[in-house]
């Protein structure tokens, strides 16, 4: 009866915001049908009105309207404008996006609908860091009159104002950027084609002599203008491109590519269609008196029925907001507005270059791609990388030619510039110096080898390419690479600290924090997708514990076969890892019992890929285990479980479930084990006064959280002969229902009733300083001391204002004669004796001549 009630309030109110929102009884008959599937089979929590919203945009992106221009014309989606929606539905834009994600997998809704929202959720947050610029640039070039509509010279109303200029050339730059999907690839396009906008808006306004718009302190003012003196002709073909870039810091080729073969053309069908009226030829007259009014009318009319046709979000409301005009660029860091929060990720923390001073998204790109542009020059490999033979750089070529196709064929009709160029730059530049370290810790390497490997070539030009799409800020995120290069991410990850390593001051901050970010999301999720060779390998290799990958253990029992640095190089990573000559006649030997040559050479070669597989198991293991302890210490810390008693059981219950029960990570995710196998372990210790919500509370304060990670976890695998889709359920359901079943029993070896405690608890990573390790951007490093010059470093020190003068003269000695290290004990009151050393009693010159000083001072005052 209850349900029923329910049911009638929400047809009641949904009916009311149908009437309100004007709808056409298909599409609200459609959404309703929508509405009623998705709430007999789902819970819908909230408010109902925002899920009503939801089953309309997904209804109205769903239809057809036909319009005038011929029989075949017609428009998708129903003219129902998107900000009206989610006005009447209270609801804002990023909520109504984290809504219609979930609302797509309940509604079962086609893959090409989620591809709209992932779009829609990218353009905002771009436009609204452009309008913060847009707002800074204008006033430097423009006076902003607050009283347009008092000014008693100008009263007319066609005559343009400031702030009618202000919103003229706003909507000018939405339009552009709608002509062409190219345009909204990334921001740094997206403010390439904004300047050109400015640049001529500004050319119109110098055209009419509007002395009172102009602001005089702007470089880009053509010289005498205003004067009677000024020569109008000067303004044919004139272009203040470049004093923009000077002021913006953008890259002044690219702008003025963008203007001479993109916004041309782009101007011309604005004037051929009617939609700006002018001089055709100068693209002039847009401000005039008689156009003017007319043109901001047309071009506020041709933005909405974009907007209108495709169900995007009107990106004219900023400037109906007054808030948004106060902005400036400096008001808004990387976390604001819709654009993804950019925490420092754990991975190689302590190894990140200082922070830069551009912080704001628009000058944080262009200064990115900045710093790649210099290295555009390089376009063929150096005589370093062509010692591997022309056979073998001729392979790299035809890899590089077939990605590049693969590349712009997934791209479809955007253009994309020179993004594949610029990668290849990157790709030569970073590949000599990766082969430069690889033959310094190496040099008897054969570098046919590594190249030659088809993985380590491919994933290091898709790397390449991704830095380069990030650099620009590109719509294109990760793992988008992956798909577009067929690469799994269980291999993509094996590059990524190499190229971190080997990229000598190139990449800036956020890109390496970029870089980190998709280590960690190869490490956590993508390499654990049903898809992935991680899972054919453990097929045959069980999943190792933490202490069959350490470094140290294995150095202890000497296995050649396995990479023993911590820091593995290229050649160790791509090329099998390389098996050594012992372990290869072990292997040869192993096979002799086969009855013929060939057989003997399968079984050999079998053997050969055996040894690869598991090394690179390895170190997949490695850098996992590493990645989990830093998560469970940190949640555990903030839980107040970071006593090591604790973490020592927890990590043993985890490393349990990864090894035992690896199943439960196939498509899912490294912190829902975490968080499970914590809320398990407070559960069988019966600590009080800790929930759930305490653990996901403090797991949202982690750099990597996203809300998906508890909301949306795979409960059932689709089945692929029925067509059924996956089931995906909170992380309450998965630890009730699947967790806890397969952990319990386990789990209670910790519970303090159980009497024989027998477990043997797991050894776990440790946070070791790696070294070198580099201290700022000026080439300082701190390496460790062997051990052998610790032992006959004598034992000296050195307390400021207590120890004696003899005590320092020591230290400078041994200081000068090259020792890198000495180790100063804790401050002590007492001076303590020296260990007796071989150091003469010489006075070092610079402290003689100290002396003198001093003893000079000292004359000069009796």
């Avoid at 530049?429 to 570098?447: A, F, G, Q, S």
């Avoid at 490997?453 to 620009?472: G, K, P, R, S, W």
């Avoid at 608890?761 to 062997?786: D, V």
Wanted: proline share 4%; charged share 25%.
């Amino acid at each position: 009866m209850s349900e029923n009630k329910n049911a009638n309030n929400y047809l009641s109110q949904y009916e009311d915001l149908c009437r309100e929102l004007n709808m056409d009884r298909e599409t609200e008959e459609r959404s309703w049908k929508m509405f009623e599937e998705v709430f007999q089979r789902s819970s819908l929590e909230g408010e109902p009105l925002h899920w009503f919203c939801c089953a309309l945009y997904a209804a109205c992106r769903l239809s057809y309207t036909p319009t005038v221009g011929g029989a075949n014309a017609i428009v998708v989606g129903n003219c129902i404008s998107l900000n009206k929606m989610l006005r009447c539905c209270k609801i804002s834009i990023s909520e109504f996006i984290s809504k219609i994600k979930v609302w797509h997998d309940m509604a079962k809704l086609p893959a090409s609908f989620l591809r709209q929202i992932e779009r829609l959720e990218r353009t905002p947050g771009i436009t609204f860091h452009l309008y913060c610029r847009y707002n800074d640039i204008f006033e430097k070039l423009f006076i902003s009159s607050r009283n347009d509509k008092k000014n008693t010279k100008y009263r007319s109303v066609a005559r343009c104002s400031s702030s009618k200029l202000y919103d003229l050339c706003w909507c000018l730059y939405l339009c552009a950027k709608n002509e062409d999907p190219s345009y909204n690839m990334d921001i740094v396009t997206s403010f390439h084609l904004l300047l050109c906008c400015i640049d001529l808006i500004y050319i119109n306004v110098l055209a009419e002599n509007r002395v009172d718009l102009v602001n005089r302190n702007f470089e880009g003012i053509p010289e005498k203008w205003g004067t009677p003196m000024f020569n109008a002709q000067k303004l044919n073909g004139y272009c203040i491109i470049g004093a923009l870039c000077s002021l913006t810091g953008a890259l002044s080729n690219d702008a003025r590519e963008m203007k001479e073969n993109h916004c041309k053309k782009i101007f011309t069908k604005f004037f051929q269609t009617k939609t700006i009226q002018g001089n055709e030829n100068m693209f002039l007259g847009i401000i005039s008196n008689e156009n003017f009014d007319r043109n901001v009318k047309s071009l506020n009319s041709a933005y909405e029925q974009y907007v209108l046709s495709v169900g995007e979000f009107d990106e004219r409301i900023l400037l109906s907001n007054p808030n948004c005009r106060k902005l400036s660029s400096s008001d808004v860091g990387d976390d604001g507005h819709s654009v993804p929060s950019s925490q420092t990720p754990y991975t190689r923390k302590h190894i990140l270059p200082n922070k830069e001073d551009f912080t704001e998204p628009v000058a944080s790109a262009t200064h990115n791609v900045k710093k790649l542009k210099d290295i555009a020059n390089i376009s063929e490999p150096t005589d370093f990388i062509r010692q591997a033979g022309s056979e073998t750089i001729n392979k790299i070529y035809e890899k590089l030619t077939q990605m590049q196709k693969d590349f712009n064929s997934a791209l479809g009709n955007a253009d994309v510039g020179d993004r594949f160029q610029t990668a290849e730059s990157l790709f030569f530049y970073l590949l000599d110096k990766i082969l430069r370290v690889e033959t310094r810790t190496k040099p008897n390497i054969d570098l046919k080898i590594l190249l030659g490997n088809e993985t380590f070539v491919t994933t290091l030009i898709a790397c390449c390419v991704e830095i380069v799409l990030d650099a620009y800020q590109s719509q294109k995120k990760f793992p988008w690479i992956l798909k577009c290069f067929s690469i799994s991410a269980f291999h993509f990850h094996k590059i990524i600290e190499i190229v971190v390593r080997s990229h000598d001051e190139l990449l800036s901050r956020p890109l390496i924090k970029h870089l980190n970010y998709i280590e960690e999301t190869c490490l956590e999720s993508l390499a654990w997708q049903s898809e992935s060779p991680l899972w054919d390998i453990i097929k045959t290799f069980t999943l190792p514990p933490w202490s069959e990958v350490d470094v140290d253990n294995l150095a202890k029992r000497y296995q050649p076969q396995i990479p023993q640095s911590p820091n593995c190089s290229a050649y160790e990573t791509f090329s099998s890892t390389i098996v050594n000559e012992s372990t290869r006649r072990d292997l040869f030997n192993s096979a002799k019992e086969a009855s013929n040559e060939r057989e003997k050479e399968a079984i050999y070669k079998k053997q050969i890929e055996g040894n690869r597989r598991a090394a690179s198991l390895t170190i997949f293991c490695r850098k996992f285990y590493k990645l989990a302890w830093i998560r469970l210490k940190e949640l555990c810390h903030e839980l107040n479980l970071a006593e090591e008693t604790h973490l020592n059981k927890l990590w043993t219950l985890f490393e349990y479930s990864i090894t035992q029960r690896t199943e439960l990570m196939r498509d899912r995710h490294l912190d829902q084990m975490l968080m499970c196998g914590i809320y398990l372990y407070i559960r069988v210790k019966e600590i009080k006064c800790k929930s759930f919500t305490d653990i996901m509370r403090f797991y949202r304060k982690q750099p990597q959280a996203q809300s998906s990670t508890y909301r949306e976890i795979l409960i059932e695998p689709a089945e692929g002969d029925n067509g059924s889709r996956p089931e995906y359920r909170d992380i309450i359901y998965f630890y009730n229902n699947i967790y806890v079943k397969k952990l319990t029993p386990y789990a209670y070896n910790f519970s303090e009733k159980k009497q024989s405690q027998n477990v043997r608890l797991s050894p776990h990573p440790t946070e070791k300083q790696s070294y070198p390790r580099k201290l700022s951007n000026n080439y300082i490093y701190i390496s460790r001391m062997e051990k052998s010059e610790h032992t006959h470093s004598p034992f000296l020190t050195y307390e400021f204002s207590k120890s004696p003068g003899k005590n320092l003269e020591d230290l400078n000695y041994v200081i000068r004669r090259g020792k890198r290290n000495l180790p100063f004990n804790d401050l002590d009151s007492s001076d303590g004796p020296l260990i007796e050393s071989k150091i003469p009693k010489k006075t070092p010159v610079f402290l003689q001549k100290c002396r003198e000083v001093w003893q000079d001072r000292q004359e000069e005052k009796k």
